[in-house]
């Protein structure tokens, strides 16, 4: 008899909780039964999965007794707190924020990238940074098969990423702006902050909080989880990483421009554009002539991620530019974690006793 999964997700009713609900409704994971999770305001909540109506409940450490499978996108105090509640009751949790993706004992995983390294979790798994998502995503065929010495990444980041309310002000000083009244900021570049800027017809070098070293956190994360990815190694000097990021008035889709080094410089820009499209979860849009590349808003409720504009550096043989976009929520969240979820059962991973 095949094996059937109790699946809760936490933090059911976010945007990228709405999306884990719909991913895994075309996941290939048997499921027996779905719990729907979030805080005590959203509790009482009626959701859809597969016509199914399921109550929202408060999530408590109880709230996973039974559970084999917890995909989580809940924010990362509450991951902090509740995952390992989880794991004590015997289930396996795919999480969505940062609370885990530093610990030596815990896998941070792209499927197709290092979904070999799920055998070695302990409970928790976690789910990469967005922006980390996509660019690893498309670099690694690359890796492969030339090796990568360094990469330089710009990134354009889309408001929803910074949650649904910096999203909705982003809407509202848009439309103040147009109505040539005056606006208000109150959540970006990010809530803690001292200060706050309009995002609307603006541009913000900054996303999440500075370092001392004057680099943000998150592209600190961005240097850190690449490295953590491709050689298992927060901080391994096989590579080296430097990223800028911006966040701009966009809603859905982070766009890159990722200029990387590889170690053998015969590849060709040709080449390159051969090993992007014949990668599965990778689609070539690079026809400069006819003006297609990748754009945010083709992007958005998509699961793929769009890479074009590959071309060499004129001035450094084996250097080349690329641009490459995917949905935040979508690609770089719910899909990643869906597909994280999927490797684990395929590989007969959830009822691994560690």
């Known amino acids: 008899m095949m094996r059937e999964y109790v699946v809760a997700i936490l933090g059911a009713t976010g945007a990228v909780g709405h999306r884990l609900i719909s991913e895994l409704e075309k996941a290939a994971?048997?499921?027996?039964?779905?719990?729907?999770?979030?805080?005590?305001?959203?509790?009482?909540?009626?959701?859809?999965?597969?016509?199914?109506?399921?109550?929202?409940?408060?999530?408590?450490?109880?709230?996973?007794?039974?559970?084999?499978?917890?995909?989580?996108?809940a924010g990362g105090a509450v991951s902090k707190k509740l995952l390992p509640e989880a794991v004590k009751r015997g289930a396996v949790c795919v999480d969505n924020t940062s609370a885990f993706r530093m610990n030596d004992d815990v896998p941070l995983i792209v499927p197709g990238v290092n979904d070999d390294q799920l055998a070695n979790h302990h409970g928790i798994i976690a789910n990469p940074n967005c922006s980390t998502i996509q660019m690893v995503a498309a670099l690694y065929p690359l890796h492969v098969k030339w090796g990568i010495k360094q990469i330089i990444v710009s990134t354009y980041q889309a408001v929803s990423g910074a949650g649904k309310a910096a999203w909705d002000e982003l809407l509202r000083q848009a439309q103040d702006?147009?109505?040539?009244?005056?606006?208000?900021?109150?959540?970006?570049?990010?809530?803690?902050?001292?200060?706050?800027?309009?995002?609307?017809?603006?541009?913000?070098?900054?996303?999440d909080v500075f370092e001392d070293?004057?680099?943000?956190?998150?592209?600190?994360?961005?240097?850190?989880?690449?490295?953590?990815?491709?050689f298992n190694d927060?901080?391994?000097?096989?590579?080296?990483?430097?990223?800028?990021?911006?966040?701009?008035?966009?809603?859905i889709g982070h766009g890159?421009?990722?200029?990387?080094?590889?170690?053998?410089?015969?590849?060709?820009?040709?080449?390159?554009?051969?090993?992007?499209?014949?990668?599965?979860?990778?689609?070539?849009?690079?026809?400069?002539?006819?003006?297609i590349y990748p754009q945010p808003l083709l992007a958005a409720g998509k699961k793929e991620t769009f890479?074009?504009?590959?071309?060499?550096?004129?001035?450094?043989?084996?250097?080349?530019?690329?641009?490459?976009?995917?949905?935040?929520?979508?690609?770089?969240?719910?899909?990643?974690?869906?597909?994280i979820a999927e490797c684990l059962v395929r590989d007969n991973l959830v009822d691994r006793k560690f």
């Open 29 to 73: 994971i048997p499921v027996k039964q779905v719990k729907l999770l979030a805080s005590k305001r959203s509790a009482g909540k009626k959701l859809q999965f597969k016509g199914q109506e399921i109550t929202v409940e408060e999530a408590q450490p109880e709230s996973f007794t039974g559970v084999d499978l917890v995909l989580s996108s």
């Open 177 to 207: 702006r147009l109505n040539n009244q005056q606006t208000e900021a109150k959540i970006l570049p990010t809530a803690s902050a001292k200060k706050h800027y309009p995002m609307a017809f603006n541009l913000l070098p900054q996303i």
């Open 213 to 230: 070293d004057g680099y943000t956190h998150e592209e600190w994360k961005m240097i850190h989880e690449t490295k953590k990815i491709l």
């Open 234 to 251: 927060q901080d391994s000097k096989q590579i080296k990483v430097t990223a800028t990021c911006v966040r701009v008035p966009v809603e």
């Open 256 to 291: 890159e421009t990722v200029y990387f080094t590889l170690k053998d410089q015969s590849a060709s820009a040709a080449e390159i554009k051969q090993e992007i499209e014949r990668t599965p979860g990778l689609v070539l849009q690079d026809d400069p002539q006819n003006q």
């Open 307 to 339: 890479v074009g504009r590959i071309r060499p550096d004129q001035e450094n043989p084996g250097a080349f530019n690329m641009w490459v976009v995917a949905d935040n929520l979508l690609r770089g969240a719910a899909s990643n974690t869906v597909e």
